[in-house]
Structures are given as C-alpha cells and as structure tokens.
C-alpha cells in the first residue's frame, strides 16, 4: 500500500489521510512529491488520474481524494472506529465532515472566503441556515 502525498507542511489535504492511516495502524509506503516545484504536475500525474495529491494505491485500486481515502480506510479498518457505531450519531458525522470537507475547499482553494463565497473583511464570517460550519456536538463525540 502506497499513499502519495505533497508536503505534509503545506499541504493539509495530504496530512489528513496520513493521520488516518496512522491511527487506524495501517503499515503503507509513503511517497512525498515536493509541491510548488517545476515538476510537480508531472511527478503527482505519474501516480494521480486526477493531478492532486493524496492518493492511495492500494489492492489495485488508486483511491483519490482525502476523504475517500477516508472511508475506505472506516471500512478496512473498523477496530479504528473513525465513524460513531451509533447510526443517527455516524448519518451527522458523515455530514459534518462533508461540510468541513467543503469548507477547507473555500479556505485553502480560495482565499478569503470560507464557504467558496466572498466574505466580508470585517464581518463575522457565514450564519443562518445551510451556511457556514455550525457542528452538532451530538455528532463530534461517540456517545456514552
Ligand atoms: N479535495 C482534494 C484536494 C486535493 C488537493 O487540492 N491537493 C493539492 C495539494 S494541497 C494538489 O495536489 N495540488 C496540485 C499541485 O500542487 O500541483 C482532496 O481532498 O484530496
């Protein structure tokens, strides 16, 4: 198992599912390909149909997106626990994390907005229904 990654310092897309493979004890190569170099979308294609990194490669697959890598290592790894065994807790978990997903899209791909709109300089970021980040603490934590 191989999972490709960009600079685990800059890239907060590959340090995501390194972390998850870490904590579900998973044993894989590592394959860094320095960012921002004249190289880069080269080297990244060799291993991405894509041409982002993280990628894993993995049983002949070549899983691409952090948070596909993510559930696919939920379901390999299950003793992990990355979902809450709860259904209504793990429906919300899986939500949340769709929304951070999208959100760190409008903050790293797009500066200054948070949820891919402009936002206001001084303002006090998105509100109201369907905007912004607002998580269910419900949600966050496995249940007692
Ligand atoms: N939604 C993707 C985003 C991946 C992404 O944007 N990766 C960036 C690195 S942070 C990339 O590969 N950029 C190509 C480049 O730097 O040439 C994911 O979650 O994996």
């Not at 807790?89 to 949820?115: E, I, K, N, Q, T």
Request: glycine share 10%; charged share 25%; with cysteine.
């Amino acid at each position: 198992m191989e999972l490709v990654i960009g600079d685990k310092a800059y890239s907060t897309w590959s340090l995501r599912p390194w972390l998850v493979l870490k904590h579900c004890g998973a044993v894989f190569d590592e394959i860094v390909v320095p960012l921002n170099q004249p190289d880069t979308d080269q080297r990244i294609r060799e291993h991405s149909p894509s041409g982002l990194v993280p990628v894993l490669k993995v049983e002949g697959e070549v899983i691409w997106d952090s948070m596909a890598i993510a559930v696919w290592a939920a379901e390999r790894y299950p003793q992990a626990r990355l979902w809450p065994s709860e259904a209504h807790a793990r429906f919300g978990g899986v939500r949340d994390a769709r929304r951070l997903h999208r959100l760190a899209h409008g903050l790293f791909d797009r500066p200054g907005s948070l949820d891919g709109r402009p936002q206001p300089r001084t303002g006090a970021g998105p509100s109201g229904p369907g905007q912004g980040f607002a998580p269910d603490r419900r949600t966050v934590a496995e249940p007692a």
